[in-house]
């Protein structure tokens, strides 16, 4: 049995050991960190041919050496043209079809040539298929912005169309977040608005999103609000390919949400939306309590006045 209160013994020269163990473990991490971060810059020098100066002889001339790095680039752009043709030949079908501007056209090879990730081929291979069908489809601007985009902004773009909707007579596409309304009787005399807001945040749609979005000119900063919602007229909200009316349940009711560009609906055309069942769900839920929403197959979310 242990004897109580018994001090406890510290053995200096252990715990120097120890710490020299842990100081080497620590040291040799870092030094795998640091081989491995020059083994992983070495491998991209090499796939882009500009190892050279990463080696104790150089085997060719500079000359050669750009100009085959050159050709390398020229046969990967060729490749992704190639692979953006056979993409849309694949999505392509009956649709009666056009001639694109030629202008348009040698602009597009110009600007797809450069794109390298499957995602992005798919997506420019959709524009080509769009313009063959109805040319005009896609402005020069959107394609320009295109160009630039990066595959994480390709892919917020896809999740704010996700949850995109429409509603009233305006056909541009609107991310909702919330909406306020007055207090009942004389309350509302006294006390501002109710206001109930949706977290897009909880749906995939950080605000970091929202933000990259907005710099990229693809949704309007500002965040804004529709005009008075009165009843008894009711109003479409169309969104996962399904539609809504709805009828407000009291006077002096307004929608908060953030509208997309002009270029942020072409691009949004193009990109699509992904069913997002728990998104829509959520969103008649919160607009319920403001609402009395009818889905288009003639059910009655909520009746609550």
């Known amino acids: 049995m242990a004897e109580p209160n018994k001090p406890v013994v510290i053995d200096a020269e252990s715990v120097e050991k120890e710490n020299s163990k842990r100081g080497d473990k620590s040291q040799s991490q870092q030094e795998s960190h640091i081989k491995s971060s020059q083994h992983r810059l070495a491998a991209i020098a090499a796939s882009h041919h500009i190892d050279a100066k990463l080696h104790d002889i150089e085997h060719d001339t500079l000359t050669s050496r750009a100009a085959f790095r050159q050709l390398e680039i020229k046969q990967k752009q060729q490749e992704n043209l190639e692979q953006v043709i056979k993409t849309c030949h694949d999505l392509c079908h009956d649709e009666t079809a056009s001639s694109p501007d030629p202008d348009w056209l040698y602009r597009f090879f110009e600007m797809a040539k450069n794109t390298y990730g499957a995602g992005m081929q798919n997506l420019w291979a959709r524009i080509l298929k769009q313009e063959i069908i109805k040319p005009g489809s896609t402005s020069l601007k959107a394609l320009s912005l295109l160009e630039t985009m990066t595959q994480r902004e390709a892919q917020a773009l896809q999740r704010a169309c996700a949850l995109a909707c429409t509603f009233g007579s305006d056909s541009s596409n609107k991310l909702i977040t919330g909406f306020r309304k ?124």
Do not use: W
């Not at 539609?243 to 908060?256: A, C, N, S, V, W």
């Open 182 to 305: 007055p207090e009942d009787g004389m309350k509302r005399y006294f006390k501002p608005d109710i206001a109930e807001r949706l977290a897009l945040g909880n749906f995939k749609l950080p605000f970091t999103d929202l933000m990259l979005l907005m710099d990229l000119g693809l949704i309007l900063r500002t965040e804004l609000e529709s005009g008075l919602l009165e009843p008894p007229a009711s109003f479409p909200l169309l969104g996962q390919n399904k539609t809504f009316m709805l009828t407000p349940l009291k006077k002096g009711i307004r929608i908060y949400y953030y509208r997309f560009s002009p270029t942020g609906n072409e691009l949004a055309k193009l990109v699509g939306q992904k069913a997002h069942p728990e998104y829509i769900d959520a969103l008649m839920v919160l607009l319920s309590k403001a609402f009395n929403v009818e889905s288009d197959v003639g059910s009655t979310v909520n009746e609550k006045a």
